[in-house]
Nanobody, 121 residues
Framework: QVQLVESGGGLVQAGGSLRLSCAASGRTFSAYAMAWFRQAPGKEREFVAA????????RYADSVQGRFTTSRDNAKNTMYLQMNSLKPEDTAVYYCIPVRSIATLSRAGSWGQGTQVTVSS
């Protein structure tokens, strides 16, 4: 099973940018499609972005389309989430997780500890 560690979160002003990383252990990272989810206080966890095994196909939530970009480097066992034009409503704990496909987004692993992103207005 792939073990994941998210990093790169922090406090940023509205309109700013952050780049999150999701580092995976094990040799099977490239076999998995991957996804980012987030959970704001008092809200359900929601889908943010997903990327297929090769990195050639991506999918985004409407709320982040055009502002966020996900990518992956299979040689480094790492996935990234570049977040631009951040808004206060992007404030949440961000998680990465393997998924069975970017179409179904069904989880193929366990949640990590996440990384906190806070956007001030």
């Amino acid at each position: 099973q792939v073990q994941l560690v998210e990093s790169g979160g922090g406090l940023v002003q509205a309109g700013g940018s952050l780049r999150l990383s999701c580092a995976a252990s094990g040799r099977t990272f490239s076999a998995y499609a991957m996804a980012w989810f987030r959970q704001a206080p008092g809200k359900e966890r929601e889908f943010v972005a997903a990327i297929n095994q090769s990195g050639r196909s991506t999918r985004y939530a409407d709320s982040v389309q055009g502002r966020f970009t996900t990518s992956r480097d299979n040689a480094k066992n790492t996935m990234y989430l570049q977040m631009n034009s951040l808004k206060p409503e992007d404030t949440a704990v961000y998680y990465c997780i393997p998924v069975r496909s970017i179409a179904t987004l069904s989880r193929a692993g366990s949640w990590g500890q996440g990384t906190q992103v806070t956007v001030s207005s």
